[in-house]
């Protein structure tokens, strides 16, 4: 069974800042790749920032220069630091992790259940 607990949402200014984590946990062999989508209502989730097992970054060009994300891979964790924040990056933010589970090695995409992020004028 595979867990990504996710924290660090709130509400927040126009250009404040909110830094998100997530803790990936369970029967985990290896992590492929981790990061952060986001979703608005009526919308699909969209890609904010995945950085790999080799640390490639892949950033959604909305939040590029804004945005960072990092990983500790000795304790399964990935973070986005969001500054400059617009009204724009509402949303509800989900963790995700592209990762292999022990057993049989069988890889997949997991999610975390997601928080919300508000931006306020």
């Known amino acids: 069974h595979v867990q990504l607990v996710e924290s660090g949402g709130g509400l927040v200014q126009t250009g404040g800042s909110l830094r998100l984590s997530c803790v990936v946990s369970g029967a985990i062999r290896s992590i492929n790749a981790m990061g952060w989508y986001r979703q608005t209502p009526g919308n699909e989730r969209e890609l904010v920032a995945v950085i790999t097992s080799d640390d490639s970054i892949n950033y959604a060009d909305s939040v590029k220069d804004r945005f960072t994300v990092s990983r500790e891979s000795a304790k399964n964790t990935v973070s986005l630091q969001m500054n400059s924040l617009k009204r724009e990056d509402t949303a509800v933010y989900y963790c995700?992790?592209?990762?292999?589970?022990?057993?049989?090695?069988?890889?997949?995409?997991?999610w975390g259940q997601g928080t919300q992020v508000t931006v306020s004028s």
């Open positions: 995700y992790a592209d990762l292999n589970v022990i057993i049989h090695a069988v890889r997949g995409d997991y």
